[in-house]
């Protein structure tokens, strides 16, 4: 079937239809990729059930393990390990102290997340976790409006340092991982490690790219994702 609008030339159409056709490779590429992740052998028993904070149920701050993030018939686990704070290197404008502020990547990621929750709450369970004082991550996320999100502390742990989530000297970064549930095991199902393979010219690492809206969205147009533009935490 071939499709047409107002005013195109034949040029364009047969230029459409040869992309149209990279485009339904893409899509049974994706979902190749999408059908051999889900066939990963078990991965390995987390080592401890990590204590994170957590507001509870009065929205005082709580202890809360890993194995509560589980709820009942829901036994995959997404966490996303938000850099709060930031990169040393990152000067994008923020709150001061700038460094102790919060990654403008991830809250751009997490806007849109915040949104999504609701949808994807019936199926699975998912959590955001920072190194920041819960106080701070809560505080940020009020001023933000998030309102889904459910928002951990691991300042206390080393659920990032063990998940890829920390370098050795204490840098955060924005990694996303899944774990399942086996009775009462809890296994490392997959990661977004391509965040630390290598990139093809001045690619960014992509790791959680078919997440992202704002990006994508972005693909769609004549000018495409750009080379001079960033997320930042506010915009004139």
């Known amino acids: 079937m071939s499709v047409r609008f ?15 056709e990279r ?20 991965g390995g028993v987390v080592p401890e059930d990590y204590v994170f904070r957590g507001a509870g149920p009065d929205g005082r701050p709580t202890d809360v393990r890993l194995s509560e993030l589980f709820e009942p018939a829901k036994d995959s686990l997404a966490i996303y390990s938000f850099m709060f704070p930031r990169d040393p290197s990152d000067d994008r ?12 990547s991830c809250v751009a990621l997490l806007d849109q997340l915040d949104g999504a929750v609701p949808h994807v709450e019936p199926h699975l369970n998912f959590a955001v976790v920072a190194k920041a004082p819960l106080e701070r991550v809560l505080g940020f996320a009020g001023e933000r409006g998030w309102r889904n ?20 000297e204490g840098h955060q970064r924005p990694i996303l991982n899944v774990f399942h549930r086996d009775g009462e095991t809890i296994r490392h199902f997959w990661s977004s490690e391509l965040f630390y393979a290598p990139t ?14 704002v990006w994508n969205l972005f693909d769609m147009t004549p000018e495409g994702r750009g080379s001079d533009w960033d997320e930042q935490l506010a915009y004139d």
């Open 200 to 213: 093809d010219g001045d690619q960014d690492p992509r790791h959680v790219g078919t997440l992202e809206p």
């Open 23 to 42: 485009e339904i490779e893409l899509r049974r590429e994706i979902e190749a990729v999408a059908a051999q992740r889900r066939e990963l052998p078990p």
């Open 149 to 168: 999100l459910r928002l951990l502390s691991s300042g206390s742990n080393t659920y990032n340092r063990d998940y890829l989530a920390e370098t050795p």
């Open 93 to 104: 404008p923020g709150p001061e102290p700038l460094a102790e502020g919060p990654c403008p």
């Open 6 to 20: 107002p005013g195109e030339s034949e040029e364009y159409r047969a230029a459409r239809d040869r992309l149209l």
